[in-house]
């Protein structure tokens, strides 16, 4: 191994060392999910998003979102450290599919018509669960 490599290697186990040292100190006198929340927003998103979760097969970009405090609390308690953009990112998703099926169904309800109140009705008798009124 060079000299080069060597004291790489050193500088990097010393930087590691130093980088638990500080962690080790914050989770002392700070709750965990702060500590883990720092560490979180301090990382650029594209270390937080794996490969085989990217949506729509796109890269990933940081972006900025206002949300109430006790929506964040809730998508953090949730998601757990390093989880916030990937729970976010699956359920804006979950929301465009939803609407873009919205909008699949008005255009047939525009090409075709209503469906008819007696075929719905066979239909939610048919349902498992239904319960009829």
Request: some cysteine; proline content about 5%; glycine content about 10%.
């Amino acid at each position: 191994m060079s000299t080069d490599a060597g004291e790489a290697g050193t500088d990097r186990a010393a930087t590691l060392s130093a980088l638990e040292k500080t962690l080790r100190h914050a989770l002392s006198v700070l709750p965990r999910g702060v500590v883990a929340r720092c560490v979180t927003d301090a990382l650029p998103a594209e270390i937080l998003v794996q490969d085989d979760v990217r949506l729509h097969g796109g890269k990933v970009r940081k972006v900025s979102v206002s949300m109430p405090e006790e929506l964040i609390e809730a998508v953090r308690g949730r998601s757990g450290p390093g989880g916030f953009s990937r729970y976010v990112a699956e359920a804006v998703d979950r929301e465009l599919r939803h609407d873009l099926l919205g909008d699949f169904l008005d255009e047939l309800d525009t090409e075709y018509g209503p469906v008819p109140e007696e075929l719905l009705d066979q239909a939610r008798r048919e349902w498992p669960d239904y319960e009829g009124s």
